[in-house]
């Protein structure tokens, strides 16, 4: 069964730091390509970053681009994301998912979705 589960969310001030984790099992994520996704109260889901293995390639939202790291560590089969400089407008539940990595991130090219994890930034 593939799952993913996150971890390492919380409450952190404008202009500090978090890193995300996103644990993989049923599948190893060098076979896979990782996306990360979050979703504030009362908006859509918005693409945040994901990692193509087999290309070697990585892409971001126009919003975290030069603040956000996506990578992958295949001995401990899990994801990660940097989060640098962050700002109130990044809280928000931060989920990763697998499926088809793109310039385009798009949500309905992933699945297998995790529960989820909450950033918090305050101002």
């Known amino acids: 069964e593939v799952q993913l ?4 969310g919380g409450m952190v001030q404008a202009g ?4 995300l984790s996103c644990a993989a099992s049923g599948f190893t994520i060098d076979d896979y390509n990782i996306g ?3 979703q504030a109260p009362g ?11 087999s290309e070697g390639s990585t892409y971001y939202g126009d919003s975290v681009k030069g603040r956000f790291t ?7 089969n899990t994801a ?3 989060m640098n400089s962050l700002q109130p407008e990044d809280t928000a539940v931060y989920y990763c998912a697998w499926g088809y990595c793109s310039e ?3 949500a309905s090219d992933f699945g297998s ?3 989820g994890t909450q950033v918090t930034v305050s101002s």
């Not at 589960?5 to 390492?8: P, R, T």
């Not at 500090?16 to 890193?19: I, V």
């Not at 908006?43 to 293995?53: K, L, N, P, T």
């Not at 996506?70 to 401990?76: R, T, V």
């Open 5 to 8: 589960v996150e971890s390492g």
């Open 70 to 76: 996506i990578s992958g560590d295949n001995a401990k």
């Open 43 to 53: 908006m859509e889901r918005e693409a945040v970053s994901c990692i193509s293995h």
């Open 80 to 82: 990660y994301l940097q």
């Open 113 to 115: 979705w995790g529960p």
């Open 16 to 19: 500090g730091s978090l890193r």
């Open 104 to 106: 385009h991130i798009l």
């Open 36 to 38: 990360w996704f979050r």
